[in-house]
């Protein structure tokens, strides 16, 4: 049931992404979102680059996704506890940020794998996606840093150390994506 529960939206989401991208560009919208004069490209090396970093971090975060998942019980004994309220924090921050990543994936490998598109809507769409994602992940960041502080957990705590490193795992991500942002549209 868990693994359907993460499935389904990100089979949503491509779906979504399919029918946006099959779909007959409306004049009205098209022009609500990208004026005429100014159309949109994307820099497919760029694209290329982004999906790696996702890759690259997916790698890494593996093992964090079985650690969280094994510490839930052992804590969950203590629901007050600094340590349990920080790793269920983290629990949950990290299936959002994996499911709008997903998302993230999803929807620049449909992208490159249908070309490069020469409609200036599909394109805004890809663009305007992607910024909102990175907005989402850069507050779930900055949520994580906050309830970092918040949680008084020694540091030589399991679940102190995994809060970390995936903290770091994910902030070096964005990183990559905030400054691939301003050179992947032009």
Sequence with gaps: MRVFSRLLPVLLGSLLL??????APVPALAEEHTPP??????DEAVLVAMLDD???????????ESQIV????????SKDSPEYKKLRFLFDTYQKATTSLNNLVDMLYIYLKLGNSKESDINAYVVNRTKNIVTFLNNMVYLLTTRNQEYDVPASSD???????????????LY????AMPQFAR
Excluded: F, G, H, M
């Design 18 to 23: 399919v029918a946006c991208l099959a779909a």
């Design 37 to 42: 004069s100014t159309a949109v490209t994307l």
């Design 54 to 64: 996702l890759i690259k971090y997916y790698e890494d975060a593996r093992p964090a």
């Design 70 to 77: 094994a510490l839930l019980p052992v804590y969950e004994k």
């Design 159 to 173: 679940v102190q150390k995994l809060y970390e490193t995936y903290l770091v795992r994910l902030t070096v991500l």
């Design 176 to 179: 990559e994506l905030n400054k």
